[in-house]
T-cell receptor, first 109, second 115 residues
Framework: GQNIDQPTEMTATEGAIVQINCTYQ??????LFWYQQHAGEAPTFLSY??LDGLEEKGRFSSFLSRSKGYSYLLLKELQMKDSASYLC??????????WGAGTKLIIKP | DVKVTQSSRYLVKRTGEKVFLECVQD?????MFWYRQDPGLGLRLIYF???????EKGDIPEGYSVSREKKERFSLILESASTNQTSMYLC??????????????FGPGTRLTVL
């Protein structure tokens, strides 16, 4: 079956760095997405990786290892506004998105 | 900016009622999607559409139907609402570019409670 695993909840301190991991098992693979979702709001796109390696976008970076079925989202210089859920989603061979349950990130001052 | 709007943020209905959830996007996207989001579960695809009058079942279509009469509008219909359909419903849209995948843009969601 197809499956996405990510931690349910993480806590970090303002100004610190946090890494949110995601492992996936899909029928074929056409890329990995990260979305951010603030409570009560719509998910918004953060990143898309299809090749191995690290992609940096400001304070946020996303890493992919296709051989390990593994990705992570790295958030630097954490701010209170980064408190949100982070959704990992993998694109399978039929170009269907398989979604993880999301990781709720709590930032403490 | 892409804008996806949904007809209601909150909706309360009774068991057995017919429920219509409307979604409108203003960026001429070909693809539109309906998901439900429940605590502890990932987004689950109910139906999607890649063109006007076209629809495809997602992972959990039972108890739902959809309508896409115009490109910008995608409606989700609960024929006879049941309590297990209490959930957050999210609509999304994306461009269709052959051979590539484009990010999905989401609406704010409709929190439906069925009593």
């Amino acid at each position: 079956g197809q499956n996405i695993d990510q931690p349910t909840e993480m806590t970090a301190t303002e100004g610190a760095i946090v890494q949110i991991n995601c492992t996936y098992q899909t029928s074929g693979f056409n890329g990995l997405f990260w979305y951010q979702q603030h409570a009560g709001e719509a998910p918004t796109f953060l990143s898309y990786n299809v090749l191995d390696g690290l992609e940096e976008k400001g304070r946020f970076s996303s890493f992919l290892s296709r051989s390990k079925g593994y990705s992570y989202l790295l958030l630097k210089e954490l701010q209170m506004k980064d408190s949100a859920s982070y959704l990992c989603a993998a694109l399978d061979s039929n170009y269907q998105l398989i979604w993880g349950a999301g990781t709720k990130l709590i930032i403490k001052p | 900016d892409v804008k996806v709007t949904q007809s209601s943020r909150y909706l309360v209905k009774r068991t057995g009622e017919k429920v219509f959830l409307e979604c409108v996007q203003d960026m001429d996207h070909e693809n539109m999607f309906w998901y439900r989001q429940d605590p502890g579960l990932g987004l689950r695809l109910i139906y999607f559409s890649y063109d006007v009058k076209m629809k495809e079942k997602g992972d959990i279509p039972e108890g739902y139907s959809v309508s896409r009469e115009k490109k910008e509008r995608f409606s989700l219909i609960l024929e006879s609402a049941s309590t297990n359909q209490t959930s957050m419903y999210l609509c999304a849209s994306s461009l269709r570019t052959d051979g590539f995948y484009n990010e999905q843009f989401f609406g704010p969601g409709t929190r439906l409670t069925v009593l």
